[in-house]
């Protein structure tokens, strides 16, 4: 998902996705404009739901044992590069659950 508060279009270049120790990596190139004309009334924003990695498209058993990743967006704003990156943290551990 990319919202903003203002409806407006993003240049998407590239969404990525790789492990810590970039032994793995993925790249999903857009390389277009991508419009926020969506609306959310609850929260007051603009976006615009986009699919990237998925199991057709992506082998994403080999990121199950590579612990860390993160998601690396690349867009335009005013022609200028911008770069958001996400970590996601491994989180291991066991709960005990009670049927219910």
């Known amino acids: 998902m990319i919202s903003s508060a203002t409806r407006k279009k993003v ?3 590239s969404v990525t996705l790789e492990s810590q120790d970039r032994q793995y990596r ?11 004309d969506r609306y959310n009334e609850e929260e007051g924003r603009n ?9 057709e498209n992506t082998d994403l058993s080999k990121y199950w044992d590579a612990g860390d990743i993160r998601v690396i ?8 590069l911008q770069i958001l990156t996400f970590e996601f943290k491994l989180r ?9």
């Not at 993925?26 to 926020?36: F, Q, T």
């Not at 967006?73 to 200028?80: D, H, V």
């Not at 291991?92 to 219910?100: K, L, Q, Y």
């Open 47 to 55: 976006y615009i739901g986009l699919p990237v990695f998925g199991i």
């Open 11 to 13: 240049f998407l270049e």
């Open 73 to 80: 967006l690349s867009y335009r704003e005013g022609g200028e």
């Open 92 to 100: 291991t551990g066991r709960e005990i659950v009670w049927p219910t």
């Open 26 to 36: 993925d790249i999903v190139e857009y390389k277009k404009e991508i419009p926020l």
